[in-house]
């Protein structure tokens, strides 16, 4: 028997058409979001991270360059009459430094980066200059012993194998030997005609008056470069077994400059910064000080430009300071970020310098302090 009042329907559970879009859409938008903020973030991240590379490779290369010029010139220029002295000999001719002197600095063409190298003595106690004395050393001496022993005040720190450079006067050449032997009677150096180092008749001159030797024990010889794909190299030569090698330090290190800090009036105080190398000893005197600076970039390549102009090295006010300009009121040298072969204005860029004095220039044993200035009359 049918009803006359059918039952109703029961409602049908569920989302409309309309109400899935509008879900779809507003999670699509919030999963935009989501990415684009975690996008922003991780962005933050790496530059940030790559900031603190720039930061470490930057500190440890110049550490790591301010570590060897503060040994520059250790036994070399303990006698500053050496210093500027031409360099020879008969063996290593090609890779023989071209004077005695504590750093020798080669400019980067056009604004490239420099180049450092630094000399010191080898020797792990210490290299004390040495004074010929009668009968002076002669190559040509067939009768007695003067070619093959040196005569000397003491051979105090020599030992056999070490190389001396025989240093005959000022702005002359100083000639490098090895020496073979220490006779017993401890005032002589030998030096047998046998070997790569000791040829016949060389050293080729006679010594005389006023000549010394300098201790170079197996040579300490330092080099710092850069490379073409930005990295800080290394390279040591060991001038006694003429071999070297060379080791990368720190990656992302696009330029190095180097200035030479020179007393030129003879008061004690640097005033000229420049890359002049000295010609002759009394140039070489003037040289107290080396001036670094390394210029780091980030790792991370910024999509949109984040440098406008090449990085500024401060290098202040006091002195003359070859090719700074005024920036403020300082001076400033621009280091050139552009030589690399990407787009430098998408990385960014940390300068680090340092200033070193070259101790062992004012521990010379004729080293002289520039006599105080005299008071103004009626002054205390």
């Given at each position: 028997?049918?009803?006359?009042?059918?039952?109703?329907?029961?409602?049908?559970?569920?989302?409309?058409?309309?109400?899935?879009?509008?879900?779809?859409?507003?999670?699509?938008?919030?999963?935009?979001?989501?990415?684009?903020?975690?996008?922003?973030?991780?962005?933050?991240?790496?530059?940030?991270?790559?900031?603190?590379?720039?930061?470490?490779?930057?500190?440890?290369?110049i550490y790591a360059i301010q570590r060897q010029l503060k040994m520059a010139g250790y036994g070399l220029v303990t006698e500053g009459a050496a210093q500027g002295c031409t360099l020879?000999?008969?063996?290593?001719?090609?890779?023989?430094?071209?004077?005695?002197?504590?750093?020798?600095?080669?400019?980067?063409?056009?604004?490239?980066?420099?180049?450092?190298?630094?000399?010191?003595?080898?020797?792990?106690?210490?290299?004390?200059?040495?004074?010929?004395?009668?009968?002076?050393?002669?190559?040509?001496?067939?009768?007695?012993?003067?070619?093959?022993?040196?005569?000397?005040?003491?051979?105090?720190?020599?030992?056999?194998?070490?190389?001396?450079?025989?240093?005959?006067?000022?702005?002359?050449?100083?000639?490098?030997?090895?020496?073979?032997?220490?006779?017993?009677?401890?005032?002589?150096?030998?030096?047998?005609?046998?070997?790569?180092?000791?040829?016949?008749?060389?050293?080729?001159?006679?010594?005389?008056?006023?000549?010394?030797?300098?201790?170079?024990?197996?040579?300490?010889?330092?080099?710092?470069?850069?490379?073409?794909?930005?990295?800080?190299?290394?390279?040591?030569?060991?001038?006694?077994?003429?071999?070297?090698?060379?080791?990368?330090?720190?990656?992302?290190?696009?330029?190095?400059?180097?200035?030479?800090?020179?007393?030129?009036?003879?008061?004690?105080?640097?005033?000229?910064?420049?890359?002049?190398?000295?010609?002759?000893?009394?140039?070489?005197?003037?040289?107290?000080?080396?001036?670094?600076?390394?210029?780091?970039?980030?790792?991370?390549?910024?999509?949109?430009?984040?440098?406008?102009?090449?990085?500024?090295?401060?290098?202040?006010?006091?002195?003359?300071?070859?090719?700074?300009?005024?920036?403020?009121?300082?001076?400033?040298?621009?280091?050139?970020?552009?030589?690399?072969?990407?787009?430098?204005?998408?990385?960014?860029?940390?300068?680090?310098?340092?200033?070193?004095?070259?101790?062992?220039?004012?521990?010379?044993?004729?080293?002289?302090?520039?006599?105080?200035?005299?008071?103004?009359?009626?002054?205390?």
């Amino acid at each position: 028997m049918s009803s006359a009042h059918p039952l109703p329907r029961r409602a049908v559970a569920g989302f409309t058409l309309i109400e899935l879009m509008v879900g779809m859409a507003v999670g699509l938008l919030a999963t935009l979001v989501i990415a684009q903020v975690l996008s922003t973030a991780e962005g933050f991240k790496r530059s940030a991270t790559s900031g603190s590379d720039a930061q470490i490779n930057g500190g440890l290369s110049i550490y790591a360059i301010q570590r060897q010029l503060k040994m520059a010139g250790y036994g070399l220029v303990t006698e500053g009459a050496a210093q500027g002295c031409t360099l020879s000999s008969a063996y290593g001719t090609a890779t023989m430094p071209p004077t005695l002197a504590p750093v020798i600095i080669t400019a980067g063409a056009n604004g490239a980066s420099d180049s450092l190298r630094i000399l010191a003595s080898s020797k792990p106690g210490f290299s004390l200059p040495t004074k010929l004395i009668s009968s002076f050393y002669d190559p040509n001496d067939v009768v007695g012993d003067k070619a093959s022993n040196i005569a000397v005040v003491s051979a105090l720190g020599v030992d056999v194998g070490d190389l001396m450079a025989l240093v005959y006067a000022k702005d002359g050449a100083c000639q490098v030997f090895q020496v073979s032997s220490l006779p017993p009677e401890g005032r002589k150096i030998g030096r047998e005609t046998a070997g790569n180092w000791n040829t016949s008749r060389f050293p080729d001159a006679a010594a005389g008056e006023g000549a010394f030797l300098v201790n170079l024990g197996t040579f300490s010889d330092i080099s710092f470069t850069l490379t073409a794909d930005r990295r800080l190299r290394q390279t040591t030569f060991n001038h006694l077994q003429q071999t070297g090698g060379s080791q990368d330090l720190q990656s992302n290190i696009v330029a190095m400059k180097a200035l030479y800090g020179k007393d030129t009036n003879n008061d004690d105080v640097v005033d000229t910064y420049d890359t002049v190398t000295p010609t002759n000893n009394a140039g070489w005197l003037q040289v107290r000080a080396v001036r670094v600076a390394v210029l780091a970039r980030s790792a991370q390549y910024e999509k949109e430009e984040v440098t406008a102009a090449m990085p500024q090295w401060d290098v202040g006010s006091v002195g003359s300071i070859a090719g700074a300009t005024a920036c403020g009121d300082s001076k400033c040298i621009a280091l050139r970020a552009d030589l690399a072969a990407d787009d430098w204005k998408h990385y960014r860029y940390k300068v680090f310098d340092t200033l070193v004095p070259l101790r062992n220039q004012v521990w010379r044993s004729d080293f002289s302090r520039a006599a105080a200035p005299t008071p103004p009359a009626g002054g205390n």
